[in-house]
């Protein structure tokens, strides 16, 4: 290599080349190009082993669009206190305002200290998430969601907005992907790894990109395909039994049954060669699956002995689907040196949130499911960052965060405290949690929870608040946090409608997204 392009910085090189005229081209012609530049650099510059540089990104989505105006909860002497006592009618939580539906003042939500702001609480089955908040390590993005560009109440009828707004599908889309004006290509999750795998991941052995809760968009579309896990582990081969116990002996030989047999052949087959190109990409797939199983199966069993994650979330009741999809996450960030990558995205979800009927009986319920997860995998977290066994893992390196469709109208849809629900609205609330974060505060702006105010959708919407951060910021202070340099073409290009925008980067701007 020559001494002039050895001295040249990335971002010279970058400068030096096409990048101007890639941004006008389509996307997936830019990540690749960038992905070939990025790996270069890192060719060039060397690379780090597990654990030295190690982040991990961990995504929880709740799916049905989450009522987080019961989640966050103006209390006592919050000047919007009366507005949600009075407005949310049945489905609101006691709130310390006295009213026809909470004759004696009560104030059943978990008071919590933000600072500079009047007293909030959060649902009481948020134990774990206000003790998280308290101690510094979880914070909240408030009003948040899709949006092509910035929109208020006054420009509602004349700016672009989200395609299909008030759409399931359509808003999770946009979601995961933060491009709310043209139709689906890939999800955000899915342009980072596409960019950076080759860079952050010189050694590694699966994809940096994880799955605990099947397909999803967030993390589809691109080069660098997702692998999936189940809540115990990798997926098997179908057919041959619970992890090929019908088709295998406990030292991995196979067994003399017909399954065993049968697998055998499978296995031998799977190693041909093959000429034609269809027959060889179907073998290569499986022998692929075989092999990211047994990298998977490593890395869960090699959590260090002094942390127990069994206990850990027996201790937390955490007991539910997302919470197994979380032990999951938590088993392969202690087995990440199997994985051989530096930076992991994880995705797990939990659905049940599209509570147009029977809230009250739905929304306790998921939120402590949701709770005692997130309690669980916080814990656990910490209890790796203590191990003396894991010397290279502290626990500023795992970020986590929780989006969902969108939030819920501000006024139910019917005065039966059984019946009553809330239908399909904007702008809402997600926390972020994890060593790095800057918890014990609320970043983005406040909405005013009046209807027909200045944040509401016109029209009678009953309580849709338009969002003053978009996904696009909140993704952004994300990716940024993961590695991707602040106003860099990789970020452009993971982000392209970021500039519409106030810039979430600068700490004394107006954005207010300092989270990390």
């Known amino acids: ?17 096409t990048c101007g005229a890639m941004t006008i081209g ?68 006691p709130n310390g305002i006295t009213t026809t539906f909470n004759p004696t003042g009560a104030n059943d939500t978990l008071p919590i200290t933000v600072p500079g702001a009047d007293p909030f609480g959060l649902h009481p089955n948020l134990g774990n998430l206000k003790a998280m908040f308290d101690s510094g390590e979880a914070g909240f993005i408030t009003n948040v969601g899709t949006l092509a560009e910035p929109t208020d109440k006054n420009g509602y009828s004349t700016t672009s907005l989200p395609k299909q707004l008030f759409s399931h599908s359509n808003q999770v889309t946009q979601w995961m992907s933060s491009i709310s004006d043209k139709p689906y290509v890939s999800g955000w999750g899915s342009r980072v790894a596409d960019l950076y795998h080759d860079t952050w991941n010189m050694n590694s052995q699966t994809s940096m990109m994880i799955t605990a809760s099947g397909n999803n968009q967030f993390m589809n579309g691109g080069i660098v395909n997702p692998y999936s896990v189940t809540s115990s582990g990798s997926i098997s081969l179908a057919n041959f039994g619970s992890n090929y116990d019908s088709a295998l002996n406990p030292d991995g030989s196979y067994k003399t049954s017909s399954t065993g047999k049968r697998f055998e052949a499978l296995e031998r087959i799977m190693q041909y060669s093959h000429a034609h190109i269809l027959e060889e990409g179907y073998s290569e797939v499986v022998r692929s699956a075989r092999a990211n199983e047994a990298i998977i199966n490593d890395a869960i069993l090699a959590t260090p002995s002094d942390v127990d994650f069994d206990q850990i979330w027996l201790n937390h009741g955490a007991d539910s689907d997302v919470a197994s999809e979380l032990k999951s996450v938590a088993r392969l960030i202690a087995g990440r040196e199997c994985l051989g990558n530096n930076r992991q995205i994880f995705f797990v979800d939990l659905g049940g949130f599209d509570n147009h009927a029977g809230i009250n009986g739905a929304l306790p319920g998921l939120l402590e499911d949701l709770d005692h997860a997130i309690g669980a995998f916080n814990a656990g977290m910490k209890a790796l960052d203590a191990s003396p066994l894991d010397a290279n893992f502290t626990y500023d390196k795992v970020t986590t965060f929780q989006a969902s469709d969108f939030n819920r109208t501000w006024t139910p849809n019917g005065t039966d405290f059984a019946s009553a629900g809330t239908d399909h609205a904007w702008g809402s609330h997600s926390f972020v949690f994890g060593g790095a974060v800057n918890g014990g505060n609320f970043y983005g702006t406040y909405p005013d929870l009046s209807v027909g105010g200045p944040d509401d959708v016109p029209s009678g919407s009953r309580g849709r608040w338009i969002p003053t951060t978009s996904v696009d910021q909140f993704a952004a202070v994300l990716a940024n946090w993961f590695g991707v340099p602040a106003n860099s073409s990789e970020m452009q290009t993971i982000f392209p409608n970021l500039d519409r925008f106030q810039d979430p980067f600068d700490i004394s701007g107006t954005a207010n997204l300092g989270f990390l």
């Open 1 to 17: 290599m020559s001494k002039i392009l050895k001295n040249i910085s990335r971002r010279q090189f970058l400068k030096a080349g």
């Open 26 to 93: 389509p996307l997936v012609n830019t990540i690749a190009q960038l992905s070939l530049i990025n790996s270069a650099a890192a060719s060039a510059l060397g690379t780090t082993t597990v654990g030295a540089d190690y982040k991990a990104l961990v995504c929880i989505f709740l799916r049905g669009g989450c009522d987080m105006n019961n989640v966050l909860i103006p209390i006592t002497t919050n000047p919007q206190a009366d507005s949600y006592a009075n407005d949310r009618g049945v489905v609101g939580i």
